[in-house]
């Protein structure tokens, strides 16, 4: 059976694919980093604004998408082309879980590969290790925005025993004054370095008092191989909680 010739609009995905099945990518986009050269595909844009007929000349078999990060009226061009689109849904770890085990499926995987084992397992032994907090999570900055409700990065912070301070807004990215931010009750602000790439001397100054956690993007919000070593990873960029 000949593999399939897959494109990818996905960072996560392209990672999931690239480290299971090595040469089924023939595109994926310019976020898409991890791993840096995966299998020599081509680069076909953004994850907003992928070039679909770069897309349809690849002749793929099969195009991995994501509700949140890819834009209806691109992926409604390639099906109008004749390109079978997966688009995947991911607001939970759970999900997360299910979505990558139904991608490997589609991408014509034999069997389950060790990391979602060794990531499921990593998360299932995850235990809080103290009381709760209260934490702000910018995700972008001019303007502020921040982790609202229902998203994967939320529920990952929950399981390490932080909780969001706006996951009960009606949006789920708000944008948020700064004042607001501040006056928000949070115990600490978690600062990953992706979409926008909070650095210690970006982002941790517009808090002064409150301390600050810089995390890795990557094992904050993606869903992939990384999540395996995100629990050990994510610990160690927050804070001790108190006792």
């Not at 897309?55 to 390109?83: K, Q």
């Not at 939970?92 to 389950?112: I, K, M, N, S, W």
């Not at 944008?175 to 941790?204: I, N, W």
Request: proline share 12%; with cysteine; charged share 25%.
């Amino acid at each position: 059976m000949t593999p399939p010739r897959v494109v990818s609009l996905v960072p996560s995905l392209t990672e999931a694919v690239a480290v299971t099945a090595p040469g089924l990518l023939v595109g994926v986009t310019d976020w898409c980093t991890h791993p840096a050269d995966p299998g020599g595909a081509a680069r076909i844009g953004g994850t907003k604004n992928p070039d679909t007929a770069a897309i349809t000349a690849l002749r793929p078999d099969l195009v991995l998408a994501n509700e949140e990060e890819n834009r209806a009226p691109d992926l409604d061009v390639l099906r109008a082309a004749g390109i079978e689109v997966l688009v995947t849904e991911v607001r939970t770890l759970d999900q997360a879980l299910r979505e990558l085990a139904r991608v490997l499926v589609a991408c014509g995987v034999p069997g389950r590969p060790r990391w979602l084992d060794e990531a499921e397992a990593a998360w299932a032994a995850v235990r809080p290790d103290g009381p709760p907090r209260r934490a702000v999570v910018p995700v972008w900055r001019r303007p502020w925005m921040v982790l609202g409700r229902d998203t994967f990065a939320g529920d990952l912070l929950a399981r390490l025993g932080v909780a969001n301070a706006y996951a009960d807004h009606p949006d789920r990215y708000p944008r948020v004054p700064l004042d607001d931010l501040r006056d928000a009750g949070a115990d600490l602000v978690v600062l990953p370095d992706e979409p926008y790439r909070f650095t210690a001397d970006d982002g941790p100054e517009a808090f002064p008092g409150l301390p600050a956690a810089l995390v890795d993007g990557r094992h904050l919000t993606w869903y992939g191989p990384s999540l395996a070593e995100a629990p050990a990873v994510l610990r160690r960029a927050l804070p001790a909680a108190p006792r």
